[in-house]
C-alpha cells in the first residue's frame, strides 16, 4: 500500500469537512483503532460516509436522530470485505478521538491517526480486514518515523469507560503478527 501526499492510493477519496490542522504537523505518532456500523450492527451501507460527510438524513433511521447533527471524522474505515475508504488525509486532524488521553497526553486527535473497522465492539472482524489493516500498518509506519508499533492503541483504552470499541473480539495478537 502506497502512501502519496498524505493519502493511501489504494483507497476510495471520500473527502471529510470534519478536519483542521494539527497543532504539531510533525507530531503523527499514534495509531487508534475503532469500530463503526450504521445503523448499529448493520453493515454495507452508505451511512458511515454520510455522517462522515455531514449529510446523514435523520429521517433515514430512527437511530439517526440522536447522531446527524455530530461533525465526526476518521482518517481511514476499513469495510468488511476490506475495501478502505480514506476521509482525512493523514497529516491533518480527524475528529474521532474525542475527550480522550493517552500516557497523559490529552487531545489524541492531536497526534493521532484514526482507523474505523466496519463493525460492532462485540463482533469478529474479517480475515480480509485484519489482511488490509496490517498493510495500511506497515505503511504508515514507514511513511511517519514519529508512529511505532508501540504507540498503536483502542478507542477504549485512550477514552476508558466512555468508549468500548474496537472491542474485547478485536484480535490484538493477529494483527500485530500479520503487520510484522
Given amino acids: 500500500m502506497t502512501i502519496i501526499q498524505h493519502w493511501l492510493i489504494d483507497a476510495i477519496k471520500t473527502p471529510s469537512p470534519n478536519y483542521d ?21 448493520e453493515f454495507d451501507t452508505p451511512f458511515i460516509d454520510q455522517l462522515f460527510c455531514n ?5 433515514d433511521h430512527p437511530y439517526f436522530k440522536e447522531i446527524h ?13 476490506g475495501l478502505c475508504v480514506q476521509y482525512v488525509a493523514f497529516n491533518k486532524r480527524a475528529w474521532h478521538a474525542g475527550q480522550s488521553s493517552y500516557n497523559q497526553q490529552e487531545r489524541c486527535n492531536d497526534f493521532s491517526i484514526g482507523i474505523e473497522l466496519e463493525g ?32 498503536i492503541t483502542g478507542h477504549s483504552d485512550i477514552a476508558p469507560g466512555r468508549k468500548l470499541d474496537p472491542g474485547p473480539l478485536f484480535d490484538w ?3 500485530l503478527a500479520t503487520s510484522i
Wanted: charged share 20%; hydrophobic share 35%.
Fill in 173 to 175: 495478537q493477529k494483527i
Fill in 55 to 59: 449529510v446523514l438524513n435523520p429521517d
Fill in 120 to 151: 460492532t465492539e462485540y463482533c469478529t472482524y474479517t480475515t480480509a480486514q485484519y489482511s488490509r489493516l496490517a498493510s495500511i500498518i506497515d505503511s504508515l509506519l514507514a511513511t511517519y518515523p514519529t508512529l511505532s508499533r508501540q504507540r
Fill in 69 to 81: 447533527q455530530l461533525k465526526v471524522s476518521a482518517h481511514l474505515l476499513i469495510k468488511r470485505d
Fill in 21 to 41: 490542522e494539527r497543532p504539531d504537523a510533525n507530531d503523527i505518532s499514534l495509531l487508534v483503532i475503532h469500530c463503526i456500523s450504521l445503523p448499529p450492527g
